[in-house]
């Protein structure tokens, strides 16, 4: 300090300090917002709530790529553990052999589902009618081809970028596999992404993995699903592993992927 300058003050020094600190977390938060974001090819869902506490997966979980990879099935006896998503999928020719109405558990419509499930999704009907919340389904099974029209209409309605972080190419969708509902609440004409906040929608997302039920697209988990938010979207494990996975705190993507790194 040159001589005859005024020592700076108790005051001015705090102030100065507070200054700075301030700087250094507005130049910190400015770097995370740079380079944050979902990863591959998903964006988030307006309506998506933050991420659920820091997991630990065994495994690194890949980038959501467009690698094409083949699913590998046993005459459809993997539906349970066949991971699906922007890179495994089906072969076009892939449809379960035992697809029956959504009619046998008690549901209206034209969908169907794999008939090892209907018990399951019959429980899971009546026990939502049971507490007041009943539902209805939205979509089940769809084929390779469904799978492409419905793409191709949400690129020309939505453009490619939003069609392909709410749409599954064909191949790689979850309703191909036959074990896929999108639920509704009974009574409404479609769903959205607030359907969680929802009476009939809380009570999946807290009832449904008792009767073999997994959300496959839960909120704030773009990175790790590669797709949007999708509280509708239910895929059927049985029982047994739907506990499993639930108790994990992975979602689906993770789950079934760290599961192949143990084959």
Excluded at 62 to 88: G, M
Aim: proline share 6%.
């Amino acid at each position: 300090m040159p001589a005859g300058d005024p020592p700076i003050s108790f005051n001015r020094l705090v102030r100065l300090l507070i200054t700075f600190t301030v700087a250094v977390l507005l130049l910190r938060l400015a770097i995370g917002l740079f380079t944050g974001g979902e990863g591959g090819s998903a964006a988030p869902s307006p309506s998506a709530s933050p991420s659920r506490v820091e997991k630990s997966p065994q495994r690194e979980l890949p980038r959501c790529s467009r690698d094409e990879k083949r699913v590998k099935l046993d005459e459809y006896t993997q539906w349970a553990s066949s991971l699906l998503d922007t890179s495994f999928a089906l072969k076009s020719s892939y449809e379960p052999p035992d697809l029956v109405s959504v009619e046998q558990a008690g549901f209206d419509g034209e969908f169907s589902v794999r008939r090892l499930m209907i018990e399951d999704l019959d429980s899971l009907r009546a026990a939502a009618e049971t507490a007041g919340n009943p539902v209805d389904i939205a979509a089940a099974y769809r084929s390779y081809i469904a799978q492409d029209s419905l793409y191709r209409r949400r690129v020309q309605t939505e453009g490619v970028a939003v069609a392909k972080a709410k749409t599954a190419l064909p191949g790689h969708s979850e309703h191909q596999l036959g074990t896929t509902v999108d639920f509704k609440t009974a009574g409404q004409l479609d769903v959205d992404a607030a359907w969680e906040s929802t009476p009939a929608g809380k009570w999946m997302a807290k009832e449904a993995w008792k009767y073999g039920f997994v959300m496959s697209y839960p909120a704030g988990e773009s990175r790790a699903t590669c797709y949007w938010y999708e509280p509708w979207h239910y895929r059927y494990f049985g029982v047994e592993k739907a506990r499993e996975i639930h108790g994990s705190d992975l979602t689906v993507r993770e789950f079934l992927w760290e599961e192949m790194s143990l084959e």
